[in-house]
Nanobody, 126 residues
Framework: QVQLEESGGGLVQAGGSLRLSCAAS????????MGWFRQAPGKEREFVAA????????FYADSVKGRFTISRDNAKNTVYLQMNSLKPEDTAVYYC???????????????????WGQGTQVTVSS
């Protein structure tokens, strides 16, 4: 089992920045990728960004490219999501996810991830 705990959400004005963190514990050696998803009220959970645990390859949703950056610290078993130039439409609950056998063709598929955090709220005011 892998446990994930997110932190860093909050309220920010449009144009501002936030950094989310996700600390993993447990059988972290089994992970091969981690990702961030988000879910706004009344909408489906959508992919935001993913990173491979070994090589550091990254993938982004088109809606956040150029504004968000995903990174990892293997020594701390932590993944980060730096969010800049935030927009009101970025408002959502952000979830951290970990995969143990992710194929890179599935990086945007939420069902390909095995473990999930509880989520952290990000609210961007206009």
């Amino acid at each position: 089992q892998v446990q994930l705990e997110e932190s860093g959400g909050g309220l920010v004005q449009a144009g501002g920045s936030l950094r989310l963190s996700c600390a993993a514990s447990g059988r972290t050696f089994s992970m091969n990728a981690m990702g961030w998803f988000r879910q706004a009220p009344g909408k489906e959970r959508e992919f935001v960004a993913a990173i491979s645990w070994s090589g550091g390859s990254t993938f982004y949703a088109d809606s956040v490219k150029g504004r968000f950056t995903i990174s990892r610290d293997n020594a701390k078993n932590t993944v980060y999501l730096q969010m800049n130039s935030l927009k009101p439409e970025d408002t959502a609950v952000y979830y951290c996810a970990a995969a143990t056998r992710l194929r890179w063709s599935d990086y945007g598929n939420r069902y390909a991830y095995d473990y999930w955090g509880q989520g952290t709220q990000v609210t961007v005011s206009s």
